[in-house]
């Protein structure tokens, strides 16, 4: 019996045994087995290493066993996930919400942020509000705000008429009602009153992540070292203490051999271990052998694969919004109609990660990348984010190609 065919015809039990290559924290088991005992992984490894009758109940668990050569991965977990299937989170509204946390559960992102975009004050505070509750409900792992303090040369997508300075009035407003729920935000390091921010922002356990910025080389290596000390000196109990870098290259300036930029301060702190990058590795926000490079510089622990994804993800080309601008989607590239700036992604994390492993990267960094790494940074390898025992079972099952064949999540199959 497939996942597939079994989702598709019962309830999960309380037991279950899956069978399979295992791809997990940067591992490869090809003659693996995972054990699910109700909502938790009670064992994940070698299959001839489990014996089922040390485990209450599964000697009579069901047996799924994946056809030869697919695969068995965490549930993903995206830092930076606007929307899909019609579905957006900048927008604020409950249905809409609601219709793209289904959709991505079921595309395999278990264990997602929901990103906004610069708003006005009652927009970010209306969006907070919903999605502290859906917090609440388990549905999304965070909050993180993209924006309003972003450069306005460098905006991209963001709409300009709502970019403001580093405002610690504002933003203890958004922290207050985020209620701990508010994981990152994206500032830009060059705005007056940037390094303030970057403190009130770390003295609250919440993430700085540098990016939509113009900032020159020495900027940004400083205050990604600040965001750092900042983290650290918190100690929050399960919050990382690097912080990250909103869509790298993508944002800010390109790099220029007398005019570095953000981008070379960041790969050297990504290699050093003091900052985790983000990478859209759609084939749209950057060519395949950008995404190559960079895992060869600094390792796919300081990598976090993300979409970007706004709400015309999983659906065909049309016009869609992302907050408050209208966009349209061509060949698969959303653009902003205003500007013509890239607007978001349109893959899902599970296709980032094959395109991904298709510009030659191996599967299990690029698996790392998109589970272990998110995880880690949002506090939540005690949770999810990894194939172990204890761990809460969200699990992908895939085909050789990377084709999605079923997802669980909370020991639950989803159709």
């Not at 050569?69 to 604020?92: E, K, M, S, T, Y």
């Not at 509204?93 to 219709?99: L, M, P, V």
């Not at 005690?382 to 172990?388: F, K, M, N």
Request: charged share 15%; net charge negative; with cysteine.
């Amino acid at each position: 019996m497939t996942a597939a065919d079994h989702f598709a015809h019962s309830s999960a039990p309380s037991q279950q045994i899956l069978t399979g290559t295992l791809v997990s924290d940067g591992a490869v088991v090809e003659d693996g087995l995972l054990a699910i005992d109700g909502d938790r992984i009670a064992y994940a490894g070698p299959a001839d290493g489990f014996d089922a009758d040390e485990f209450e109940g599964f000697g009579h668990a069901i047996r799924i066993g994946a056809p030869s050569g697919h695969f068995i991965f965490p549930g993903l977990v995206d830092v930076h996930c606007h929307g899909g299937n019609g579905g957006d989170f900048p927008g604020g509204e409950e249905a809409s919400a609601r219709k793209a946390i289904e959709f991505l559960h079921r595309s395999g992102t278990t264990t997602f942020l929901a990103s906004m975009v610069t708003a006005p004050r009652e927009d970010l505070l209306r969006g907070i509000e919903l999605y502290v509750k859906l917090v609440d409900e388990g549905l999304v792992a965070g909050i993180h705000l993209e924006g309003p303090f972003l450069s306005h040369a460098r905006c991209g997508a963001q709409n300009p008429d709502y970019l403001l300075e580093p405002d610690l009035d504002l933003m203890n407003e958004l922290v207050g009602a985020a209620a701990g729920k508010l994981a990152t935000m994206t500032y830009a390091p060059e705005l007056p009153g940037a390094a303030a921010l970057v403190d009130l922002m770390t003295f609250h356990g919440v993430t700085p992540s540098l990016g939509h910025t113009d900032c020159d080389d020495a900027t940004a290596a400083a205050s990604l070292a600040a965001a750092r000390e900042g983290l650290e000196s918190a100690g929050f109990d399960g919050v990382s203490s690097l912080p990250t870098v909103t869509h790298l290259f993508n944002g800010m300036p390109p790099m220029h051999h007398r005019a570095p930029g953000p981008v070379a301060a960041c790969l050297r702190a990504a290699q050093s271990g003091k900052a985790v990058l983000e990478l859209i590795a759609d084939d749209t926000h950057l060519d395949p052998s950008t995404v190559a490079t960079v895992f060869q510089l600094v390792g796919a622990s300081n990598i976090l694969l993300v979409t970007d994804s706004m709400a015309a993800a999983g659906l065909s080309d049309g016009n869609y919004m992302l907050g408050p601008s209208p966009v349209t989607v061509s060949n698969g590239v959303a653009t902003l109609d205003s500007t013509g700036s890239i607007a978001g992604g349109t893959a899902t994390l599970l296709e980032v990660v094959r395109k991904t492993v298709a510009a030659g990267v191996a599967l299990p960094d690029a698996i790392c990348s998109a589970t272990a790494v998110p995880a880690a940074i949002l506090g939540l390898s005690d949770e999810v984010g990894g194939l172990r025992r204890g761990l809460r079972a969200d699990v992908v099952t895939t085909d050789q190609e990377l084709g999605l064949t079923a997802v669980m999540r909370n020991g639950q199959w989803l159709a």
